[in-house]
C-alpha cells in the first residue's frame, strides 16, 4: 500500500532527509520520501501493518522535528 501524508511546519530539508532514513529503518517500509519543498510524506509499506508504521513513521518525525505535525 502507498499513502501520501501532508506534513506541516517542516522546516529545513535536512530534518527531511534524516526523517525519510528513519522512516527507512522500520521494518515493513518498501519505500519512502519525504519533500520537504511539497511539505509531503510518501510512505510504501506492507498492507497488513500498515496503520503500525505509519504510527511509528509519525513517532519518528517527531523525535527528529518536534513542531513538525503529520496530517493523517
Known amino acids: 500500500m ?7 511546519n ?4 535536512n530534518c527531511a532527509a ?7 529503518k522500520i521494518e515493513g ?3 519512502v520520501s ?8 510518501t510512505i510504501e509499506a506492507d ?3 500498515f496503520d503500525e508504521i ?4 509519525v513517532k ?3 523525535k527528529i522535528e518536534p513542531d513538525c505535525r503529520v496530517l493523517l
Open 2 to 8: 502507498r499513502r501520501k501524508f501532508k506534513l506541516e
Open 10 to 13: 517542516l522546516d529545513c530539508a
Open 18 to 24: 534524516k526523517m525519510e532514513e528513519a522512516i527507512k
Open 29 to 31: 517500509v518498501k519505500d
Open 34 to 41: 519525504v519533500s520537504f519543498l511539497m511539505q509531503k510524506l
Open 47 to 49: 498492507d497488513e501493518r
Open 54 to 57: 505509519v504510527e511509528q513513521a
Open 60 to 62: 519518528a518525525c517527531a
